[in-house]
């Protein structure tokens, strides 16, 4: 039998050259989270279990979309031990993700841009006012005053 150790460690090199670095680590931490919680090898873990470490992150404060994300990661993970022929059972195939309200973009208000814009003619010699919202660097690109 193949310890839980072993098993994140071929997933993770499984899936290294098709998600970001960041993102495997997140997920290996998130299925790590979860036998911690459990107490139990990965090959264990029951359907009961999983939404029982849910209902744990939701009631500890997680956000829903940090949620999301752990049970992405988790889903991933048993996919992989499924189809490598690891496990004979997914517990986690009929977990639904919870759902997350999109967020709406925020915009910059007219005084906002135009503050902006003259801190930005101005060679930036100052720092804009805090109730100027910064757009991120690649918004700046091509963008001309």
């Given at each position: 039998m193949i310890t839980s150790e072993t098993c994140l460690?071929?997933?993770k090199d499984s899936y290294r050259f098709r998600l970001d670095a960041k993102t495997i680590d997140l997920y290996q931490?998130?299925?790590g989270q979860l036998l911690t919680y459990c107490e139990k090898p990965f090959d264990e873990i029951t359907t009961r279990?999983?939404?029982n470490w849910l209902l744990y992150l939701e009631t500890n404060q997680y956000n829903l979309r940090t949620v999301k994300n752990k049970l992405a990661g988790v889903k991933?993970?048993?996919k992989y031990c499924l189809e490598e022929g690891i496990i004979t059972h997914n517990p986690v195939a009929f977990?639904?993700?919870p759902e997350v309200e999109d967020s709406l973009p925020h915009y910059l208000e007219v005084e906002q841009l135009?503050?902006?814009e003259s801190w930005w003619k101005g060679g930036y010699k100052k720092e804009p006012s805090?109730?100027?919202c910064m757009l991120p660097e690649c918004a700046l690109e091509n963008w001309s005053p």
């Open positions: 460690q071929k997933f931490r998130a299925v279990d999983i939404r991933l993970f048993y977990i639904p993700f135009e503050h902006y805090s109730s100027c």
